[in-house]
């Protein structure tokens, strides 16, 4: 009945700016960390930021200064945004959660379905 639906991704040239949206739905009690990964073809699986309920961020090392992530929680929604993007940010990317779904009172980590990004001239 939880599920995570995204999107925003798209077709860039390099140096443009996306913003990817991820929205959680159902009987949601609360939403702990929640985060954006990325897969290229070839490539592991790779977080490249997250957030905690209270706003900490954290991001891959390959992405710092130019991505964003926010969280709005109202809207059980996260938000990433991509700026100065370059080819190797070409990417299908998930949005993660840790989620209480009501009337449990644990988290279950819950995946969408992907949204493709890519970077090219």
């Known amino acids: 009945q939880v599920q995570l639906v995204e999107s925003g991704g798209g077709l860039v040239q390099p140096g443009g700016s996306l913003r990817l949206s991820c929205a959680a739905s159902?009987?949601?009690?609360?939403?702990?960390?929640m985060g954006w990964y990325r897969q290229a073809p070839g490539n592991q699986r790779e977080l490249v930021s997250s957030i905690t309920r209270v706003g900490t961020t954290n991001y891959a090392d390959s992405v710092k200064g130019r991505f964003t992530i926010a969280r709005d929680n109202a809207k059980n929604t996260v938000y990433l945004q991509m700026n100065s993007l370059k080819p190797e940010d070409t990417a299908v990317y998930y949005c993660?959660?840790?989620?209480?779904?009501?009337?449990?009172?644990?988290?279950?980590?819950?995946w969408g379905q992907g949204t493709q990004v890519t970077v090219s001239s």
């Open positions: 159902g009987s949601i009690s609360r939403i702990d960390d």
């Open positions: 993660n959660a840790a989620i209480v779904r009501a009337p449990l009172r644990y988290s279950t980590s819950y």
